[in-house]
């Protein structure tokens, strides 16, 4: 019978393959890294279980990144921060919680993220006796309406599994983006943020070709390549370094100070509402409202305009005005024909 050597000093250790994985990933989490060798140094087994079990730990769905360091050797590690997290419960009000934010996320219907969903909700569902599960689909049962318009992602359920996954272990990605009416572009990213945007995906990060930081959104990604380069996200990143003033999503131009005076007939629908963080409203007496902030991006605003017409008004700036005339003007000439 052939016995297989094994280094001096030590004594084989013979457990189980969960017990040996358990000692992995703590061996993981306490270090920067550890190559192979070491690994099998410290568990006493062959270099071939060891790749059986480092693979075993990355289906288990635990960050599990390889770097090849100058001497040669692969170093394997947790992304850096990653710490085990303890099983998660819920009370009956957070289940509601999630039930209600499910409603609102249709739209990811064909995604990478529609199959997360329902798998945490069967996973939920299991645990629960069936009254209680219905009971929870009741309260938090959505009527939205579906004529509003929504964007289609089924086709791009692959092209969002790579991308999650360079989200995840940090991987810098190679996209074919193809902006509105322009030809297809490449840009390599450092993808830190996804965003979710009047039911629209945008992955937000710094793309080298830019030197800055921008948002791609996913419809307009034709491709996606994965690269074995890993980056490290600044430790002075906000999302809001992705829009800046912007109204909406896009900054575009300068900031401007807005003054927009809305009609008694919509001013209710103004008030209830932060149009932005530092909006002042000043009441009229004769039910209107005057809004004050400062923001860029003025296609999204004259877009947000348009939908009160013709109960708003554009007091300043002069610039914005004549927009948004010019617009109601075009418009009209354009159902006139």
């Not at 309260?139 to 929504?150: D, H, K, T, W």
């Amino acid at each position: 019978m052939m016995r297989v050597k094994r280094k001096s000093g030590r004594l084989a250790k013979k457990y189980s393959q969960a017990s040996r994985l358990h000692d992995l990933i703590r061996i993981l989490e306490a270090r920067y890294g550890a190559t192979v060798d070491e690994l099998v140094e410290e568990c006493q087994v062959t270099r071939r279980t060891i790749y059986r079990d480092l693979q075993a730990i990355l289906d288990a769905g635990y960050p599990l990144v390889s770097e090849r360091q100058p001497d040669g050797y692969m170093l394997y590690s947790f992304v850096s921060g990653y710490s085990k997290m303890p099983p998660i419960t819920f009370s009956l009000e957070e289940l509601v919680t999630l039930y209600l934010c499910r409603g609102q996320l249709e739209f990811l219907q064909g995604t990478p993220f529609q199959d997360d969903l329902e798998a945490i909700f069967t996973r939920i569902h299991s645990n629960l006796p069936p009254r209680s599960v219905a009971h929870l689909e009741r309260i938090a049962e959505v009527s939205s309406p579906r004529l509003l318009g929504f964007k289609d992602y089924s086709e791009k359920h692959q092209l969002l599994q790579h991308l999650r996954q360079a989200l995840l272990m940090q991987q810098q990605c190679l996209i074919h983006y193809r902006p509105a009416k322009r030809r297809q572009e490449l840009y390599l990213i450092d993808p830190y943020t996804l965003l979710f945007f009047k039911n629209g995906l945008y992955i937000g990060g710094y793309a080298h070709k830019r030197k800055a930081l921008r948002l791609f959104a996913v419809e307009r990604i034709e491709m996606v390549e994965l690269q074995d380069e890993r980056f490290e996200v600044p430790d002075n990143y906000r999302v809001e370094m992705l829009t800046g003033s912007a109204f909406g999503l896009i900054s575009e131009g300068e900031s401007q100070q807005l003054e927009l005076l809305f009609e008694e007939e919509v001013a209710h629908l103004v008030r209830e509402r932060i149009w932005h963080p530092e909006q002042q409203i000043e009441e009229k007496i004769d039910g209107s409202l005057m809004l004050r902030f400062s923001a860029s991006g003025e296609k999204e605003i004259l877009a947000w305009l348009y939908s009160f017409i013709p109960y708003v008004k554009v007091v300043s700036p002069e610039s914005l005005r004549e927009k948004f005339t010019a617009g109601l003007r075009e418009g009209l000439i354009f159902q006139l024909k």
